[in-house]
């Protein structure tokens, strides 16, 4: 007698196959961006900002997130829903993240939104490279290493809210760290472009930077790029 259960089955095995085929392709990532964003640009929108616990942050760039992409301007997200953020694995990072990675979102929190949307939209398309703690760990560092306000000042641009062309900052940027990355602006209440964010790329296993395969959207006005007070 033949086993009627046999072709389901097969079917079955083909489909798991395939989920877990496409999920291994959409972790490995073909480079990360790392993006850091100005708050006084943030909070200068009709959005505007709530500060989160325990207060205001210092004037000093943020951490956006970590995210892999593909060289063909496609990116995975949302790779694995059974890794949600655990706190436990992060809490000797939780200081750190709460200065160096603050939400500035309404209603006020401590960032666990904030981190939890970037992990499970982006970390999780990375855990082939870095594990949860590694993810949040390597952006810390990254930061620290970069420091993009002391190398944008070093370059005289202040955040008085002056005006400054668009190749200075990123001529200062590339000076830094060796590689051209992606700024981008956004508008703020006064109409003015003003410095908003930056994308620095490393390479496919979160090491080393890299010259942008693929630069965001700059919206930047190259004359005149205000940088706000904070």
Same mark, same amino acid.
């Given at each position: 007698?033949?086993?009627?259960?046999?072709?389901?089955?097969?079917?079955?095995?083909?489909?798991?196959?395939?989920?877990?085929?496409?999920?291994?392709?959409?972790?490995?990532?073909?480079?990360?961006?790392?993006?850091?964003?100005?708050?006084?640009? #943030?909070?200068?929108?009709?959005?505007?900002?709530?500060?989160?616990?325990?207060?205001?942050?210092?004037?000093?760039?943020?951490?956006?997130?970590?995210?892999?992409?593909?060289?063909?301007? #496609? @990116?995975?997200?949302?790779?694995?829903?059974?890794?949600?953020?655990?706190?436990?694995?992060?809490?000797?990072?939780?200081?750190?993240?709460?200065?160096?990675?603050?939400?500035?979102?309404?209603?006020?929190?401590?960032?666990?939104?904030?981190?939890?949307?970037?992990?499970?939209?982006?970390?999780?398309?990375?855990?082939? #490279?870095?594990?949860?703690?590694?993810?949040?760990?390597?952006?810390?560092?990254?930061?620290?290493?970069?420091?993009?306000?002391?190398?944008?000042?070093?370059?005289?641009?202040?955040?008085?809210?002056?005006?400054?062309?668009?190749?200075?900052?990123?001529?200062?940027?590339?000076?830094?760290?060796?590689?051209?990355?992606?700024?981008?602006?956004?508008?703020?209440?006064?109409?003015?472009?003003?410095? @908003?964010?930056?994308?620095?790329?490393?390479?496919?296993?979160?090491?080393?930077?890299?010259?942008?395969?693929?630069?965001?959207?700059?919206?930047?006005?190259?004359?005149? #790029?205000?940088?706000?007070?904070?």
């Amino acid at each position: 007698m033949k086993n009627s259960h046999l072709p389901l089955m097969l079917l079955w095995w083909a489909f798991i196959l395939i989920l877990s085929m496409d999920l291994s392709g959409a972790q490995a990532c073909h480079f990360f961006y790392f993006v850091q964003q100005w708050p006084g640009s #943030v909070c200068d929108t009709r959005q505007s900002c709530c500060y989160p616990t325990p207060g205001k942050p210092s004037a000093n760039f943020g951490v956006h997130g970590l995210w892999p992409n593909y060289n063909d301007g #496609v @990116y995975p997200s949302n790779c694995d829903p059974h890794s949600p953020l655990d706190l436990s694995k992060i809490s000797d990072l939780l200081g750190r993240m709460q200065s160096e990675w603050p939400m500035l979102a309404c209603p006020s929190s401590s960032g666990r939104q904030f981190w939890q949307h970037e992990w499970e939209k982006h970390g999780t398309c990375s855990e082939s #490279v870095l594990d949860q703690r590694r993810y949040f760990l390597t952006a810390l560092d990254l930061k620290r290493e970069v420091n993009l306000l002391g190398t944008l000042q070093a370059a005289g641009i202040q955040p008085d809210g002056g005006f400054y062309r668009f190749s200075s900052i990123s001529n200062a940027i590339k000076a830094a760290t060796g590689h051209t990355s992606g700024i981008q602006c956004n508008i703020g209440e006064d109409k003015n472009s003003q410095l @908003y964010q930056v994308y620095l790329c490393l390479d496919s296993s979160a090491n080393s930077f890299i010259d942008c395969p693929i630069l965001p959207r700059s919206s930047c006005n190259s004359d005149r #790029v205000a940088f706000l007070a904070f």
